[in-house]
Nanobody, 125 residues
Framework: QLQLVESGGGLVQPGGSLRLSCAAS????????IGWFRQAPGKEREGVSC????????GYADSVKGRFTISRDNAKNTLYLQMNSLKPEDTGIYYC??????????????????WGQGTQVTVSS
């Protein structure tokens, strides 16, 4: 069974950091491009970041450029999203997703084939 599991979310103060992980089971991530998405209450889902396989190309939403870094460790079958200088507007449920076309980096959710269940990130004082 193909599965993506996110972890690392939590409550953090503004200016703080979190590192999200996305682990795959039932398949190997090196055959997929990966994206991170988030959805805040009452808002549409937003593509935050993406990375091709083996990781030579990345992309970021303007709202997170310079603060978030996406990376992958194919040997560990895991993907990461390092989030620094967090702001209250970063609050939401964060999802990772896998795209069967590993050469493209897209932040359009319709391009992705498999999704995790999400992890909650709350930025608040």
């Amino acid at each position: 069974q193909l599965q993506l599991v996110e972890s690392g979310g939590g409550l953090v103060q503004p200016g703080g950091s979190l590192r999200l992980s996305c682990a795959a089971s039932g398949f190997t991530l090196d055959g997929y491009a990966i994206g991170w998405f988030r959805q805040a209450p009452g808002k549409e889902r937003e593509g935050v970041s993406c990375i091709t396989s083996p990781g030579d190309s990345t992309g970021y939403a303007d709202s997170v450029k310079g603060r978030f870094t996406i990376s992958r460790d194919n040997a560990k079958n895991t993907l990461y999203l390092q989030m620094n200088s967090l702001k209250p507007e970063d609050t939401g449920i964060y999802y990772c997703a896998a795209d069967l076309k590993p050469w493209r980096c897209t932040r359009n959710g319709r391009d992705y084939d498999y999704w995790g269940q999400g992890t909650q990130v709350t930025v608040s004082s």
